[in-house]
């Protein structure tokens, strides 16, 4: 099965039975409601503005044009978002589930393999507090730790709000919309949808792999999108939010180091 190159970014591990697929597709309309499962987030416009004093070699770099945030506790989230991951292919129909601890983020991503009954599964969790990386093997029951900013440093995000909204599940989301360069230089068209009422506290930005934005200025990022330059599309699109303890997620007593 192939995917697109961003989604394949997402993953540094090695999946014998997945590849990459590309798809190509048109900008999608103005904004949306976004309360379907399928939904798909809007196309980000090009943003001529140039950042300035990135470092192609440290790690990831953002610039979001905005005031400074303030976290705002009222809306605090701990609890379980589960997205869709797909592309311009229908066909296409990947999935990942992301855990909001007080300090901690844990992901899986969830790929099909090419028989109906395979599935890979990869684990990561972020420690916002020490800037630590774990990667869970679940067969063997072992992790690895590195540091945050050790895959793809040297991202470099420029996203601004343009007063241009949508909703995700019933939930207001400001869009902020520009472009992503990556370590080799690809230039993507990227929009993320940012929850207004969920917010994880513990860092002003998380962007997992140092990809995908998961938290933008202490908001949840519930809808995320990029277009390539030869028109490939991917979506990653909330489907369902379910707050509550988050605690056995992040408990390691089962795991031992690799």
Known sequence: MKKIVFVFLLFSV???AAAQKKNKGKNAPPPTDYNQPDSTAPVAPPVSKKSKGKSKSG???T???QPTPVADTLT???GVIKYRITTDDPADNDSMIIVFGDH????TMFI???RADQMFENTFIANVLDSSFILLDKRTKTYKTEKISTRNAGTEFELGYFKKNSQILKFFCREFSGQMKTPDGEMYEAAA???NQHSFISTVDYNFLNIQPVVLGYKIVLGWRTKTAANENTYIVAYKIEPGDTAPYFDLSEY???
């Open 59 to 61: 790690p990831v770099t």
């Open 63 to 65: 610039d979001y044009q």
């Open 76 to 78: 605090k989230f701990k």
């Open 104 to 107: 901690q983020i844990r992901i």
């Open 256 to 258: 031992r180091p690799k």
């Open 14 to 16: 090695t999946l014998t």
């Open 193 to 195: 949808l940012v929850s």
């Open 112 to 114: 099909p393999g090419s």
